[in-house]
């Protein structure tokens, strides 16, 4: 009999079954694929400190318009996964305002603050530091209008502490000597730190978690079921029975929860990204956001990453990378990319609710079973302090940030 069944094996359920570990607890991690495989996998490799205030619907008429016509490289809607959507977007643009987007990102902040510290916790514990770099990213702006918007939303934040420059055309070259003359500007964010292959982090943080004495299993976990006052689920090889268990499985969350009894509005927002090999020569030292194009390029060791933005459309959907086509035209406006390194582009779906806050915590109505997922945007930046609050949570400790805002109740 184990302790734990932790189902789901990406950057957040792998962070939950260490810190649970390292409470002492007997723990088995569970996926129907290797660690590190799905949405924790595709991402621009930011651990994002900087982002303490949530990614919001836009509030101006001109930004919805350009939407939802599909004329932004930022965001694309699949009109029908649309209209079946309509009342998560009616929540979403609720919870948007600029009182409840404040209250969200205090919420979140405590999260967001220790983001960088456990993950360098972690990181040296799996000698994986080699990975990391601390040279923040930039939020780059291809007009002066453009840049003196970025300034000031950049000091808007002043509250918070965040450690910013704004560079001009000049002193952004500088610092990256290969990009065009395309940008006038950029807004360097100095506190994220960043990572050059997502995947393998997750994949380090796993096999030091296996190293601890842990057993990571693949499975269904569609399968879990409550037996008693355990919880079973039957594999090809045996049956894993724990007593208590922990629902971290990303986009594909909703259908345990639902299957549980708890239906939790769950939306997947999809992305591409795709590899490039670079001119020879050239170098990207961090990543950038095109704010008016919206992609980012970042600096891999599979090549330079071009991830999407947001892609509405059903999570199992065959792939349709318009965005990624259109963003590499613009990518090549800027920086000397070269072909592609895959033949396909990666695609996956980022687990988003409403109310831009997680789902962590335990269910109201089932003894020894705990939520962690929900992270718009932010798995990779947030799974080990995730990690850390759901352990506090579950061993009885006294945990580091207020949990009430992340229960699931406020959806039930």
Known sequence: MNDVLVAGAGIVGVSVALHLQREGRSVVLLDRQDPGEETSYGNAGLIERASVVPFGFPRDLATILCYALNCSTEMRFHWPFLIRKAPWLARFWYESSASRLR???????????????????????????????????????????????????????????????????????????????????????????????????????????????????????????????????????????????????????????????????????????????????????????????????????????????IEFAPRDHAATPVQLDEATVHAREVFPLKERVERSPWVGSRPCLPDMRPVIGPAPRHKGLWFAFGHNHHGLTLGPATGRLLSEMMTGKPTFADAQPFAIERFL
Not at 106 to 135: C, F, K, N, W, Y
Not at 174 to 195: I, K, M, N, Y
Not at 212 to 229: C, H, N, P, T, V
């Open 103 to 309: 209250r969200a990102a205090l919420d979140m902040l405590p999260l967001i603050e220790r983001s960088v510290d456990e993950h360098l916790l972690l990181m040296t514990e799996a000698g994986m530091l080699d990975l990391l770099q601390r040279d923040g990213w930039l939020e780059a702006y291809r007009s002066e209008a453009g840049l003196a918007r970025g300034a000031a939303g950049a000091a808007a934040l002043n509250e918070f502490g965040l450690k910013y420059e704004v560079l001009d055309g000049t002193r952004l070259r500088a610092r990256e000597p290969h990009l065009s003359d395309a940008f006038s500007g950029a807004v360097h964010w100095l506190d994220p730190a960043t990572v050059s292959d997502p995947g393998r982090l997750v994949k380090g943080y796993a096999r030091l978690f296996s190293q601890r004495g842990g057993a990571f299993i693949r499975g269904d976990a569609m399968k879990l079921r409550q037996e008693g006052s355990t919880w079973s689920l039957a594999t090809p090889g045996r049956t894993i029975r724990a007593r208590e268990a922990v629902v971290a499985l990303g986009p594909w969350s909703d259908a345990l929860c639902s299957a549980l009894g708890y239906n939790v509005p769950l939306l997947s927002k999809r992305g591409y990204h795709a590899h490039f090999r670079p001119e020879s020569g050239a170098m990207l030292n961090r990543p950038l956001l095109d704010t008016e194009r919206g992609y980012v390029l970042a600096p891999m060791r599979q090549g330079i990453r071009l991830t999407t933005g």
